[in-house]
T-cell receptor, first 110, second 113 residues
Framework: AQSVTQPDIHITVSEGASLELRCNYS??????LFWYVQSPGQGLQLLLK??????LVQGIKGFEAEFKRSQSSFNLRKPSVHWSDAAEYFC????????FGPGTRLSVLP | KAGVTQTPRYLIKTRGQQVTLSCSPI?????VSWYQQTPGQGLQFLFE???????NKGNFPGRFSGRQFSNSRSEMNVSTLELGDSALYLC????????????FGQGTRLTVV
């Protein structure tokens, strides 16, 4: 079945620490992969996307993600987290429509 | 440029009623898609419209329907509301190509009592 998994429901990191959010997908081919962020009461904002080419993609707000075909993964990373990064993060792909993972809620300690 | 606008932002309805939600896409965007977000089910795709035609449909009952107008504005209708329809309904617009970025509205929070 086609799906997206985000193994971590909730992650807490200290401000300034590094961050990695995990994402695995199941799809018949290489899909278009995305990471979106949702702040409380807000819609979704695109952080970055991968369609083809360089497997390390840079996004907004200092985020990057690496596509690993062999692991069917598209993990999101940030070297130094800011308090304003506290939000819910959704990994997903676009096949015939958007399929989103369940989300990872990020809390940031001062 | 103006973003995706969804109206109303909040709505309270009674079981059995029907509701219509509206989405105005970014100017020039021809594709509008709708999603339901709930704590239990996460983000689920409802349907997508492109140039007034439904291009894709998710796995929702027929009580959920939509349409798109010639100016690309879209409406979503839910008939015979159930308590389980309480959710945040998000709409997204893009230019129409699958590789183009989708911009999301802030959503309509529907509460069914």
């Amino acid at each position: 079945a086609q799906s997206v998994t985000q193994p971590d429901i909730h992650i807490t990191v200290s401000e300034g620490a590094s961050l990695e959010l995990r994402c695995n997908y199941s799809y018949g081919a290489t899909p278009y992969l995305f990471w979106y962020v949702q702040s409380p009461g807000q819609g979704l904002q695109l952080l970055l996307k991968y369609f083809s080419g360089d497997t390390l993609v840079q996004g907004i707000k200092g985020f990057e993600a690496e596509f690993k075909r062999s692991q069917s993964s598209f993990n999101l990373r940030k070297p130094s987290v800011h308090w304003s990064d506290a939000a819910e993060y959704f990994c997903g792909y676009y096949g015939q429509n958007f399929v989103f993972g369940p989300g990872t809620r990020l809390s940031v300690l001062p | 440029k103006a973003g995706v606008t969804q109206t109303p932002r909040y709505l309270i309805k009674t079981r059995g009623q029907q509701v219509t939600l509206s989405c105005s896409p970014i100017s020039g965007h021809r594709s509008v898609s709708w999603y339901q977000q709930t704590p239990g089910q996460g983000l689920q795709f409802l349907f997508e419209y492109f140039s007034e035609t439904q291009r894709n449909k998710g796995n929702f009952p027929g009580r959920f329907s939509g349409r798109q107008f010639s100016n690309s504005r879209s409406e979503m209708n839910v008939s015979t509301l159930e308590l389980g329809d309480s959710a945040l309904y998000l709409c997204a617009s893009n230019l129409g190509g699958y590789e183009t970025e989708a911009f999301f509205g802030q959503g309509t929070r529907l509460t069914v009592v």
